[in-house]
């Protein structure tokens, strides 16, 4: 399977406690997001990288939050001390840009959803 | 991105057309219309865009009125699997901040047997 692919996609953690989630993109795909949702809404846009650049951060990225992608290939977004706020479902996706004729759509992940105590 | 504005909920009834509509009123020249939808636990799933010419291709058709202001998804014979929350994004196709989509609340559409 060739799509996006998140680890793990189950995490249960107790308040003050340190998680990480990893991402894997298509293999081409240059661009990579992260997104969060909570249930019942659609996904919030936390930040994006071109290759290993981080463009852009939402405001909804709090200090707590930081997301790398160190050889523009995989990504990791970690949350230091866990609030229980912070319970969600955390969502990857990737996409191409920059090759004419692509449709520039978001791929995404399965996502991993995380659960404070 | 422009914002749109769904209902929260449609029935359909299998096998039948559905139809959702999307507003964009304040859409912008050069952004397009895209269309995910989202099944329960999984991640967000593309299924067509548009700029002004309506669009078909195996999944779906996009409507897009001749003002741009709207547009329906149409998903021709609707089936229990289509259950699912649909998305409607105005959006730019090529630009760096292409990747920062709004997602809103969605449709959800629940077909019925």
């Known amino acids: 399977d060739t799509g996006v692919s998140q680890n793990p996609r189950h995490k249960i953690t107790k308040r003050g406690q340190n998680v990480t989630f990893r991402c894997d993109p298509i293999s081409e795909h240059n661009r990579l997001y992260w997104y969060r949702q909570t249930l019942g809404q659609g996904p919030e846009f936390l930040t994006y990288?071109?290759?290993?650049?981080?463009?852009?951060k939402s405001r909804l990225l709090s200090d707590r939050f930081s997301a790398e992608r160190p050889k523009g290939s995989f990504s990791t977004l970690e949350i230091q001390r866990t609030e229980q706020g912070d319970s969600a479902m955390y969502l990857c996706?990737?996409?191409?840009?920059?090759?004419?004729?692509?449709?520039?759509?978001?791929?995404f992940g399965e996502g991993s959803r995380l659960t404070v105590l | 991105d422009a914002k749109t504005t769904q209902p929260p909920s449609m029935d359909c009834a299998e096998g039948r057309a559905a139809n959702l509509p999307c507003n964009h009123s304040t859409i912008s020249g050069n952004e397009y219309v895209y269309w995910y939808r989202q099944i329960h636990s999984q991640g967000p799933q593309y299924i067509i865009h548009g700029l002004k010419n309506n669009e078909t291709n195996e999944m779906a058709s996009l409507i897009i009125t001749e003002d741009r202001k709207s547009s329906t998804l149409i998903l021709p014979h609707a089936t229990l699997r289509d259950t699912a929350v649909y998305y409607c994004i105005a959006r730019l196709r090529f630009n760096t901040n292409a990747g920062k989509s709004t997602f809103g609340d969605g449709t959800t559409l629940t077909v019925k047997p």
């Open positions: 990288f071109q290759n290993e650049a981080q463009l852009e």
């Open positions: 996706a990737s996409s191409l840009l920059g090759q004419a004729g692509n449709t520039g759509e978001l791929f």
